[in-house]
């Protein structure tokens, strides 16, 4: 059984950069075919899908947020992470990280508990 | 980008009621729709993918239908269980999107 756990700050101040990891237990992330994303969620609203990553690097970031994201993975740590910069207010939200299926065209069947992130001076 | 519009927002329903909830996308996207369900404080669960099949471990009660732009959630015989949030997401074309969430309640 596939499991994905968030970590990382959980208080960010204006301007500076959320940080988040997502650690993957019960199978590895270079065994492809699964791509992994981060989503997240506006505290009372709905989902906003943030970007993809392959255990090869290949990634594709929402253009809205483009300019300021990077995700990133860690094959040896079975890890991938969320790195948004320049955060704002708005920034604040649940983050999720969540494996698809298979390709990016499948839904999302496993995802982590989420971690709330508060942007807050 | 690919609008869903979900209808309706919000739904209070008596048990053992059928649910019946409508994602429309704003382009053709095939069959690559899927569902999800939300509980409040929980991370959210996939239900159906390309809109009809159902995802391991899911009651019978759920079902889904529709292709190209329109799209439908049932819900047969409501439980109390079933009272969440739930949601479509398109995973047909880049950036992929979500609709912005049906909530249904339990009377």
């Known amino acids: 059984q596939v499991q994905l756990q968030e970590s990382g700050p959980g208080l960010v101040k204006p301007s500076e950069t959320l940080s988040l990891t997502c650690t993957v237990s019960?199978?590895?992330?270079?065994?492809?075919?699964?791509?992994w994303g981060w989503i997240r969620q506006h505290p009372g609203k709905g989902l906003e899908w943030i970007g993809y990553?392959?255990?090869?690097?290949?990634?594709y970031y929402n253009p809205s947020l483009q300019s300021r994201v990077t995700i990133s993975v860690d094959t040896s740590k079975n890890q991938f992470s969320l790195r948004l910069s320049s955060v704002t207010a708005a920034d604040t939200a649940v983050y999720y990280c969540?494996?698809?299926?298979?390709?990016?065209?499948?839904?999302?069947?496993?995802w982590g508990q989420g971690t709330l992130v508060t942007v807050s001076s | 980008e690919i609008v869903l519009t979900q209808s309706p927002d919000f739904q209070s329903v008596t048990p053992k009621e059928k649910v019946t909830i409508t994602c429309r996308a704003s382009?053709?996207?095939?069959?690559?729709l899927h569902w999800y369900q939300q509980k409040p404080d929980q991370s959210p669960k996939l239900l159906i993918k390309?809109?009809?099949q159902s995802f391991s471990g899911v009651p019978s009660r759920f079902s889904g239908s529709g292709s190209g732009t329109d799209f439908t959630l049932t819900i047969n015989s409501l439980e109390a269980e079933d009272a969440a949030t739930y949601y479509c997401?398109?995973?047909?074309?880049?950036?992929?999107?979500f609709g912005g969430g049906t909530k249904v309640e339990i009377k």
């Open positions: 990553i392959y255990y090869s690097g290949n990634t």
């Open positions: 997401h398109q995973s047909s074309s880049l950036p992929q999107t």
């Open positions: 390309f809109a009809s």
């Open positions: 019960g199978g590895s992330i270079s065994s492809g075919p699964y791509y």
């Open positions: 969540a494996r698809y299926c298979s390709t990016t065209r499948c839904p999302f069947d496993y």
């Open positions: 382009q053709s996207i095939g069959s690559n």
